[in-house]
């Protein structure tokens, strides 16, 4: 009997789903939050397919430059679907429903490709440096063998430093009700249901934000650092701008997935009282979207072979070649 009553305990303490709240405080306004979600999500899917399109289909984007940013579409694609089609049905439909194991699922998901995303603009970054610091040997050295190599690499990165996540959280007992107030499965959103101990989850989260976003960072500065002084040692001021005008559209994806990420992260921990949580949710989905959304409108824009490229298939011409950066 006595093992039993322990074994129902155990079950009553791993919930068979959860129910995501949406934007608490926001209910009434679930179906016009909607539409701006619903329409940045087209427009991720088909900004980053149609990169992924040209890119394979256009020779003259067969570069390293183009592989990487092929990566970032893929990361951008993953981080849409991953999150953004259960927002909409809790909006439209109210099905709030998940599963544990689909909650374990999208929470592995979410954070493995929010790393990979750090991690190809990290590469993105370097690839940067070798194009203006190293013209010469910029072939030489970025071979598609080594773009692989190092794609796999930060995928693999990812992969094993969020895996632990998802069984640190599935051990945890839960006891606090089964309501995450989130539109997705968030790592501390859904610790914090837990009646256990939960010091190690948050250990680990900062363990994992550091050897991430933070040497990520670090390396996206030290490129750019040493961008900088060798642009500033070119003779002529067209070179100059046309250095800098390569790095433009990196830049802008930079902003666009940093800036989201770092308002919640210092607003967590210096406003969290004064800011609704509301603002919390929708901060963090932007940070999910935004990226999404404007890395194939820049790239578009501020990329002379790929708008040359959308140009010419738009026209249906065949004459006109796209020139090299």
Same mark, same amino acid.
């Given at each position: 009997?006595?093992?039993?009553?322990?074994?129902?305990?155990?079950? #009553?303490?791993?919930?068979?789903?959860?129910?995501l709240?949406?934007?608490?405080g926001l209910?009434d306004?679930?179906? &016009?939050?909607?539409?701006?979600?619903?329409?940045?999500?087209?427009?991720?899917m088909?900004?980053?397919?149609g990169?992924?399109?040209?890119i394979?289909?256009?020779?003259?984007?067969?570069?390293?430059?183009?592989?990487?940013?092929?990566?970032l579409s893929? %990361?951008?694609?993953?981080?849409?679907?991953?999150?953004?089609?259960?927002?909409?049905?809790?909006? &439209?439909?109210?099905?709030?429903?998940?599963?544990?194991?689909?909650?374990?699922?999208q929470?592995? !998901?979410?954070?493995?490709?929010?790393?990979?995303?750090?991690? +190809?603009?990290?590469?993105?970054?370097?690839?940067?440096?070798?194009?203006?610091?190293?013209?010469?040997?910029?072939?030489?050295?970025?071979?598609?063998?080594?773009?692989?190599?190092?794609?796999?690499?930060?995928?693999?990165?990812?992969?094993?430093l969020?895996?632990?996540?998802? !069984?640190?959280?599935?051990?945890?007992?839960y006891?606090?009700?089964?309501?995450?107030?989130?539109?997705?499965?968030?790592?501390?959103?859904v610790?914090?249901?837990?009646?256990?101990?939960?010091?190690?989850?948050?250990?680990?989260?900062?363990?994992?934000?550091?050897?991430?976003?933070?040497? #990520?960072?670090?390396?996206?500065?030290?490129?750019y650092?040493?961008?900088?002084?060798? +642009?500033?040692?070119?003779?002529?001021?067209?070179?100059?701008?046309?250095?800098f005008? %390569?790095?433009?559209?990196?830049?802008?994806?930079?902003i !666009?997935?940093?800036?989201?990420?770092?308002?919640?992260?210092?607003?967590?921990? !210096?406003?969290g009282?004064?800011?609704?949580?509301?603002?919390?949710?929708?901060?963090?989905?932007i940070?999910?979207?935004?990226?999404? %959304?404007?890395?194939?409108?820049?790239?578009? +824009?501020?990329t002379?072979?790929?708008?040359?490229?959308?140009?010419?298939?738009?026209?249906?011409?065949?004459?006109?070649?796209?020139?090299?950066?």
């Amino acid at each position: 009997m006595r093992l039993v009553m322990l074994m129902l305990n155990q079950t #009553d303490l791993s919930p068979a789903l959860f129910i995501l709240n949406g934007v608490p405080g926001l209910e009434d306004m679930h179906i &016009w939050i909607s539409f701006p979600f619903c329409s940045m999500c087209v427009l991720a899917m088909v900004g980053n397919c149609g990169l992924l399109y040209l890119i394979r289909c256009e020779d003259s984007l067969h570069r390293p430059m183009y592989y990487f940013l092929a990566m970032l579409s893929l %990361t951008d694609l993953v981080m849409c679907s991953s999150t953004i089609p259960k927002a909409l049905s809790i909006f &439209w439909f109210h099905l709030k429903e998940i599963s544990f194991d689909e909650c374990l699922v999208q929470m592995f !998901f979410i954070h493995t490709f929010t790393g990979m995303e750090s991690g +190809v603009l990290m590469l993105m970054a370097l690839d940067r440096y070798v194009a203006i610091c190293y013209p010469l040997h910029y072939s030489a050295i970025l071979t598609n063998p080594v773009i692989a190599k190092v794609g796999l690499t930060t995928f693999l990165r990812a992969v094993i430093l969020i895996i632990p996540f998802t !069984f640190l959280t599935k051990n945890l007992p839960y006891c606090k009700g089964n309501i995450i107030l989130h539109t997705y499965c968030d790592h501390m959103s859904v610790a914090k249901l837990s009646c256990g101990n939960v010091k190690v989850n948050a250990i680990y989260g900062l363990m994992v934000a550091l050897l991430i976003g933070d040497f #990520d960072i670090l390396c996206i500065t030290i490129s750019y650092t040493m961008i900088l002084r060798a +642009v500033v040692k070119l003779s002529s001021a067209d070179a100059r701008q046309k250095a800098f005008s %390569t790095c433009t559209a990196h830049i802008c994806a930079i902003i !666009f997935s940093y800036s989201p990420a770092f308002f919640s992260f210092f607003s967590h921990r !210096f406003g969290g009282h004064m800011i609704p949580p509301s603002c919390h949710i929708i901060v963090a989905n932007i940070y999910l979207l935004l990226p999404p %959304t404007m890395n194939p409108v820049v790239y578009g +824009v501020k990329t002379k072979q790929i708008r040359d490229c959308v140009l010419r298939i738009l026209s249906g011409s065949e004459d006109t070649k796209p020139q090299s950066i």
